[in-house]
């Protein structure tokens, strides 16, 4: 499947579909950038990045304005529709080249082994089928590819863990456009066959009241050169 410019606008048909939730999304995220940190995390995300990259899940590009000028270029994966459309406005400022391209984690548009580095950012908690998405993961990165994470996912003490089980159980899904609150991103990078590297957990807010929402991991890691 060929790649779409972000200049050119097209929009095929949606592999998610979540309008709603994607216009309170793109005005909450936006408002967090500031008020909850979160552009600090995507700086220390992305840093010392080089080459090609893919980055599944880009949302609304919140991520793009932070790509260093190392990078050559960004392929971006958005499935949803209005997330997509405003993920080509921020493309269009970014200061590196960015392809914005509809597609799903678990059957990436791409070639196998043809980009340097991957990003996810908070997206492994809505795809359908995480060990999937991985595997399209390792497919489409070099030997000896970066992977850069940033997600959300199980943490606190008892009581906590049980809530984000609850919530995954009923309302939170539906009401946040697929996102699980209990999902283990560490533990799934490693059981789909990366190599991990340094990573630490981080709390979003970084000040202010613990959420369901609030436990998140920022690491790296590697698809093994031997694979």
């Known amino acids: 499947m060929p790649l779409r410019s972000a200049r050119s606008g097209k929009v095929p048909r949606d592999a998610v579909h979540h309008p709603v939730f994607a216009r309170c999304y793109a005005r909450i995220s936006a408002t967090a950038e500031t008020r909850m940190g979160v552009g600090r995390v995507r700086e220390r995300l992305l840093g ?8 599944i899940g880009a949302g609304n590009g919140l991520n793009f304005a932070h790509y260093p000028g190392t990078v050559s270029e960004v392929v971006a994966i958005e499935p949803e529709r209005r997330l997509r459309q405003l993920a080509v406005e921020a493309a269009l400022r970014a200061d590196v080249p960015v392809d914005v391209v509809p597609g799903a984690a678990e059957a990436l548009p791409v070639k196998s082994e043809g980009f340097d580095a991957a990003v996810v950012s908070l997206v492994l908690c809505s795809v359908r089928d995480v060990p999937r998405a991985l595997a399209e993961l390792r497919r489409v990165l070099r030997p000896g590819g970066e992977v850069r994470f940033f997600e959300h996912g199980r943490g606190g003490g008892r009581v906590m863990t049980f809530s984000q089980r609850a919530l995954d159980r009923t309302v939170w899904p539906v009401l946040s ?19 991990l590297g340094p990573y630490r957990q981080v709390l979003m807010p970084e000040e202010g009241p613990t959420l369901p929402i609030s436990y998140c991991v920022l690491g790296t890691a590697w698809r093994p050169v031997s694979s």
Not at 48 to 55: A, D, N, T, Y
Not at 185 to 190: D, G, K, Q, T
Request: aromatic share 4%; proline share 4%; net charge neutral.
């Open 48 to 55: 010392g990045l080089s080459g090609r990259v893919i980055e």
């Open 177 to 195: 456009g697929g996102c699980h609150l209990a999902r283990e991103p560490v533990r799934a990078l490693r059981d789909a066959g990366f190599e």
